[in-house]
């Protein structure tokens, strides 16, 4: 097994891993029950394992996203790649990658910030008992999913783009010694 196997085999575990921990936020998230104490009556909220599923799931991520780009030398450093339709490739599922890494972290982090916050007080009676919106968790999980398949892709494009790279040790100059 080659180091290549190996790296996208531990990102692809963390990816389903966080996957699976944003799932479990989703089904986890806070519910509100409305709580009479004397003649005043409070949002009670439930606990807020959510919050901390939400956040593995993110840390997660992110050591997946960290493990890539240190692996490719975040595209931009290092050797250049071949020309080839491998690079345009793996350009063009870099972007993709951090834009998905971005939605993904986003989603989850507002969600868990939330999700969080209301887990934390008893809220005025004259507020609505607001909760975690369904689905900003399983968004999340969503994007979990496209930023793991996407920056294997990359990965494997920016491999190949970089395979059998011409060897830079010859002389590519022009022939001046005539003169």
């Not at 089904?27 to 104490?37: F, L, P």
């Not at 807020?48 to 595209?75: E, F, K, N, P, W």
Request: with cysteine; charged share 15%.
């Amino acid at each position: 097994m080659g180091s290549s196997t190996l790296l996208l085999l531990v990102v692809f575990v963390f990816d389903l891993v966080a996957f699976a921990l944003a799932v479990a936020a989703e089904q986890r998230r806070n519910t509100a029950k409305i709580e009479k104490v004397g003649n005043d009556s409070y949002c009670r909220y439930d606990s807020d394992i959510a919050t901390g599923l939400g956040v593995g799931s993110l840390l997660l991520l992110m050591a997946s996203q960290l493990l890539i780009m240190v692996a490719s030398r975040c595209l931009c450093c290092g050797k250049a790649m071949r020309p080839s339709g491998s690079r345009a490739w793996a350009i063009v599922l870099f972007i993709t990658c951090w834009v998905f890494f971005f939605i993904a972290e986003i989603c989850l982090l507002v969600a868990s910030v939330r999700n969080g916050y209301h887990t934390k007080y008893l809220s005025d009676p004259s507020h609505s008992c607001q909760k975690v919106r369904k689905g900003i968790f399983g968004a999340g999980a969503a994007f979990v999913v496209l930023t793991g398949i996407v920056s294997e892709l990359y990965y494997v494009s920016y491999s190949k783009a970089n395979d059998e790279q011409p060897s830079y040790d010859r002389d590519t100059g022009i022939r001046m010694g005539n003169l």
